[in-house]
């Protein structure tokens, strides 16, 4: 019991680490995003985002590696097996140097003739482009390099390093967005120059500090150690599939958006993701401290914690993601209006679609967590990806007989929903989870909560005047209502108490 008090009080603890960063990068990053949009303008804006966007469609493979990596450190801390975990990590690092060569060589050739036969990209600005390619390339082989030493930092719940690194990663953005005002070369390549050299500063602060705070688990010692180099392929093969199923989904649309519009489109797009991004910021910084927890309890058998941990974080992720996401829903044109003064035609209903989907991906979160901490998940994946994978077909189709670029996101919302279906059956399947009550603690919960909220502001919103001071009276009445309704709606009276005692004792230790 004591342990898991402690392991309680770490979980909160990295939390307040990755709230402030989030909070830091959040308001950094909606500002730097407004001052980049006007430095570029809203085409060389859409030409990165499309283009860097191909390169990132390859981060299904980091992605993989990240959750591997985490995954396995994890879960050989979970059964306290310290030379388990080094031979872990030097068997990540061998294939992260192994695939980082690979995936140069297809990347830069792929991406060469994509770029240049088949985006539509204005020709004067083909030479620009095709710098942005080159630069993202190597941005993102440097990234795959440090993944071993951040994910044995996040697997180690050292969050404080994880956030700091974040927060330095939105400082320097926001250097770069004001360095974009005074150069007089092609700033579109200067912006993707400097995204090159955050990459690399990240990825040197990762490496050292694993080096310095778990330097015998982080030893190198390269060596073809056969029996772990299969079990790590087999899972990453089959996550890779899943995670290259959301990146077809977001990228991929991305680049069909390009190809049926234009990139103006792309520019809305990558602002309704912006905004995304950062609301992501709330459910990630908790979601980021209670990943080790969940594979940590599943590798000690523990599954009833795990199972309640599992509900109580479906929750909590869903209503952190309301507390923010409902204002924004409502209150769209306005925040685009005080953010970016001008936006592109169709950003205000793609980044509330957008918005609709990552509520409903949030709660499957903790439970595609807890299926891959067993380390079976080929039929997991397969499943989950394929329906992921079908937004591209789905939507090439309509996008044929209806020319509507925000149907492709309607399109996502749908299976979603159906996604987060198979991984409740799963959880029934693998840990007996009970579906009905699974229903009632979380679906049913989280789904009254936020109707009552949608419903409650956008009455509020409409009752008011159209002016600066009524719309944001609106979204701060909105959060409060959320918060309380949250408070005695979303926890159970366990929970409550344990929130009230918590809150009780810091405010005694403070006086």
């Known amino acids: ?30 500002y730097t995003v407004r001052v980049i949009l006007h430095a570029l303008g809203a085409e060389d804006y859409g030409i990165y985002n499309v283009v860097a966007g191909f390169v990132t469609m390859f981060t299904f ?30 068997v990540s690092l061998l294939c992260y140097i192994i695939l980082s060569i690979i995936l140069f060589v297809v990347i830069e050739a792929f991406g060469w003739w994509f770029v240049n036969y088949k985006m539509v990209i204005p020709p004067e600005r083909l030479y620009a482009a095709n710098w942005v390619l080159q630069i993202s390339i190597v941005a993102f082989i440097i990234r795959i390099l440090a993944v071993p030493s951040s994910a044995m930092l996040v697997a180690n719940e050292k969050m404080i390093v994880y956030a700091f ?63 772990l180099l299969k079990e790590l392929l087999s899972y990453c093969g089959w996550y890779m599939f899943g995670t290259m199923a959301t990146v077809v989904r977001e990228q991929g ?63 909590i992720s869903f209503l952190l993601m309301c507390l923010v996401s409902i204002p924004m829903l409502v209150e769209m044109p306005f925040v685009l209006s005080v953010w970016l003064h001008d936006y592109p035609e169709y950003t205000v209903i793609f980044a509330r679609l957008v918005i609709i989907t990552a509520m409903i991906d949030t709660l499957g979160m903790p439970l595609t967590t807890a299926v891959c ?10 499943i989950t990806g394929s329906i992921l994978i079908l937004n591209l077909p789905v939507s090439y189709v309509l996008l044929r007989l209806c020319a509507t670029p925000y149907i492709v996101f309607y399109v996502s919302i749908v299976l979603s929903c159906v996604t987060q279906v198979v991984r409740v059956l799963f959880m029934k399947k693998m840990f007996r989870m009970s579906i009905l009550r699974y229903t009632r603690e979380v679906i049913f919960r989280t789904f009254l909560i936020s109707i009552v ?31 309380l309704l949250s408070f005695y709606g979303g926890f159970t009276r366990v929970q409550r108490e344990a929130m009230v005692a918590m809150a009780r004792k810091k405010l005694n230790r403070h006086k």
Not at 207 to 219: F, L, Q, T, V
Not at 373 to 382: A, D, F, K, P
Not at 468 to 478: T, Y
């Open 453 to 483: 909220s949608f419903t409650a502001t956008y009455f509020l919103s409409q009752a008011v005047a159209n002016d600066f001071w009524s719309h944001l009276i609106v979204i701060m009445l909105s959060i409060l209502f959320i918060v």
């Open 253 to 315: 649309l991305n680049i069909l958006l390009n190809v049926f519009f234009n990139p103006i489109v792309n520019a809305a797009r990558a602002i309704a993701y912006q905004i995304n991004n950062a609301i992501n910021q709330f459910v990630n910084s908790f979601y980021q401290a209670v990943r080790p927890q969940i594979t940590k309890l599943t590798a000690a058998e523990e599954n009833e914690k795990m199972l309640s941990l599992v509900s109580s974080s479906s929750v």
């Open 1 to 30: 019991m004591a342990g898991y008090k402690q392991n309680t009080k770490l979980m909160a603890k990295n939390s307040a680490y990755l709230y402030v960063q989030m909070a830091v990068r959040m308001i950094i990053g909606l």
């Open 61 to 90: 493979v980091t992605s993989t590696l990240v959750s591997a990596s985490q995954r396995f450190f994890a879960y050989a801390l979970g059964r306290g097996e310290h030379e388990l975990l080094n031979r872990y990590f030097n």
């Open 373 to 382: 901490s067993l380390g079976r998940i080929r039929n997991y994946q397969v």
């Open 165 to 227: 690194v974040h927060v330095l990663d939105a400082f320097l953005l926001l250097g770069i967005a004001f360095l974009l005002q005074v150069v007089t070369s092609d700033r579109l390549i200067v912006y993707a120059w400097c995204m090159l050299g955050i990459s690399l500063v990240s990825s040197i602060i990762f490496i050292g500090m694993c080096r310095s705070s778990y330097n015998e688990a982080s030893r190198i010692r390269l060596r073809w150690d056969v029996g």
